[in-house]
């Protein structure tokens, strides 16, 4: 049984503890809907160049890829050779990302794109300077409060709400991409999409991770003509290996690379995006021309936690990553995980129960600080963390997990969160030749977004990620959807830092998960000693609400441990995209063998 933890400190009332399992069975349930498969692309790269099969080669082997001066780990390999182009003639990593987003948009169109929006984490070799730029999407102004409620007021079905117009946020992509090579990019704008327009109007292999969704999702995709026409030609899914053509895309991308991004935003294109959405069959939604015109990126400050002698930062409200990942870090900083090691049940008690209590915070207090406050201070405060570390202190599972009370500044009585999020996301981490860095993670939200497919690329259905609820038991929920307000997110785009300068840049797509996959992955590097292709690659325990998701192929004796701890096990695929550089004397770049990704480096 439990030594040393109060009842005090774990204690519960009932409404608290039917609000939480409620949020838990909803998020469990929904991943099971669409995780996504493992892919082998050796079949379709017998004519690749020699660094893209050796990086293959290296992957499949177990082994990082390393290299001298600059490194790029993204989702796909011919998105990592767009971008190790543009790296290799003199481009900074805020030129490179803009290519590798466009050929993923194009090759990886269920994950990411120009109709989603992203996080992006940049560190300044010439200044020391980490920025963090927010390029999420933004509610419609049209819209009200019980956007996702049926006439009775309940909550609408998933899917009900996602496939269509209703759950289409104003994009961020393109803006962000824009404003970071303003700032520091080195390369014309005009010349960083000429890989993905080529292998637009030419054609590209179907993956057979895009095969394999396209087939999944057969039904959705047939709703929309256009979606239909290009996913489902003449009825039939996309087949791994067929060639695909997207003039459509090819054009947009023409057009944003002649014109400037602000095209994207007004005129035809963003005309084109309102009606597509306003008129869309069966679930019209609200996004209007003005929605795009008054976009913006927002600078935010980094969100940052010593670990270890390092500085581990990443993004703050409207995404909870950088928040969780913190809090579980904080919790776990007086824990001798490099003693107990990978292979104890200790090890993975402590960091399944830091990550149900942070996740708990997240659920109550996360949301688009531009509404609301968010007490990040607070949550991440030294005295906060060490009184909720005092829960850890026990040998079995904590029976019972509920919110604490991190330092606010005013009157805080919020309910619970039940927002969804499915894991169809991309990540993307550089490092380039001037020394500096780059973390990325971009996203659509679930798998095709909203199925609507507008100028050759796809709508996101990001708005989901609000509450579908806006009160529970009379309080109000931080994350309830308002005009112009930006979801929250867990993606969780990551640089650490050992005396001000960066030694990791990673990241991952996974809904939920990410926050689990990034942490376990920091751990794996910083504790326990593994190179960052180690990191990427070993195998998942994940624990949110209570029940321990566990990889397949972790050992027996290890499951059977965590469940005498008093843990509800549940074997399956748990599929990140960790992308991951360590910098040292060398760079050694990492891609999570579960997905498509490769890292490239000269």
């Known amino acids: 049984m439990r030594r040393g933890v109060e009842k005090g400190l774990r204690s519960l009332t009932l409404a608290a503890l039917t609000c939480w399992s409620v949020t838990a069975h909803a998020q469990q349930a929904a991943d099971a809907v669409a995780p996504e498969a493992e892919s082998d692309l050796s079949v379709l790269w017998p004519n690749a160049s020699e660094d893209i099969l050796a990086s293959l080669r290296a992957k499949a082997n177990g082994l990082p890829v390393e290299a001298q001066d600059w490194m790029i780990a993204a989702a796909n390999p011919l998105a990592v050779q ?283 207090y996360v949301a688009d600080n531009d509404f609301l406050p968010v007490p990040v201070k607070g949550m991440l405060d030294d005295g906060y963390l060490i009184d909720r570390n005092k829960l850890l202190g026990g040998d079995d599972a904590l029976p019972e997990v509920a919110p604490g009370t991190p330092a606010f500044d005013h009157a805080l009585n919020w309910a619970d969160d039940d927002a969804i999020e499915f894991p169809s996301t991309s990540h993307i981490s550089i490092v380039d030749g001037y020394g500096n860095a780059l973390s990325m993670t971009t996203t659509i939200e679930n798998a095709f977004g909203s199925r609507l497919m507008v100028r050759g690329f796809l709508l996101n259905n990001e708005l989901t990620d609000f509450s579908f609820r806006t009160h529970r038991d009379g309080r109000p929920i931080a994350n309830a959807v308002a005009p112009g307000k930006r979801p929250r997110s867990s993606m969780a785009p990551t640089i650490v830092l050992k005396d001000g300068k960066p030694v990791l840049v990673i990241g991952s797509p996974g809904g939920s998960r990410i926050i689990g996959y990034v942490a376990q992955a920091i751990i794996a590097h910083l504790d326990w000693g593994m190179d960052v292709q180690q990191a990427v690659a070993m195998r998942h325990l994940v624990n949110r609400f209570g029940t321990y998701d566990v990889e397949d192929g972790i050992t027996a004796s290890l499951t059977t441990s965590l469940e005498q701890m008093g843990y509800d096990v549940k074997l399956g695929t748990l599929n990140s995209g960790l992308h991951a550089i360590a910098i040292g004397t060398n760079l050694q770049g990492g891609a999570d063998p579960r997905r498509e990704g490769i890292a490239l480096g000269r």
């Not at 009825?235 to 991004?261: F, H, K, M």
Request: hydrophobic share 40%; aromatic share 8%; with cysteine.
């Open 82 to 364: 767009a971008g190790a182009k543009i790296l290799q003639n003199g481009g900074t990593a805020a030129d490179a990302i803009v290519a590798v987003q466009a050929v993923l948009g194009l090759v990886e169109p269920q994950s990411s794109g120009l109709g989603g929006g992203a996080f992006l984490l940049w560190y300044d070799a010439k200044t020391g300077k980490l920025t963090t730029l927010d390029g999420r999407e933004t509610a419609p102004l049209a819209l009200t409060p019980r956007l996702f409620q049926t006439d009775a007021g309940e909550p609408l079905k998933f899917f009900d709400a996602v496939v269509g117009g209703l759950s289409v946020g104003t994009p961020g992509t393109p803006a962000l991409l824009a404003e970071a090579q303003r700032r520091w990019g080195k390369r014309p704008w005009v010349g960083l999409f000429g890989d993905a327009i080529r292998l637009a109007e030419d054609g590209f292999p179907v993956s057979p991770r895009l095969a394999s969704l396209v087939a999944r999702d057969h039904d959705r995709l047939a709703r929309f003509e256009e979606t239909a026409a290009y996913f489902l030609p003449a009825g039939a899914p996309l087949e791994a290996g067929q060639v695909l053509r997207n003039p459509a895309y090819a054009e947009t991308l023409r057009t944003i690379s002649d014109q400037g991004v602000g095209v994207f935003y007004s005129g035809d294109i963003a005309a084109d995006i309102a009606t597509s959405v306003q008129t869309a069959p069966g679930n019209p939604g609200k996004l209007a021309p003005l929605d795009l015109a008054i976009y913006r990126v927002v600078e935010r400050d980094p969100v940052c936690v010593s670990y270890r002698g390092h500085d581990v930062c990443g993004m703050g409200p409207p995404s909870s990553g950088g928040l969780a990942v913190g809090q579980i870090l904080g919790l776990l900083r007086h824990s001798d995980l490099s003693g107990l090691g990978p292979e104890s049940p200790e090890s993975w008690r402590l960091i399944g129960d830091a990550s149900r209590l942070a996740f708990a915070d997240r659920g109550r």
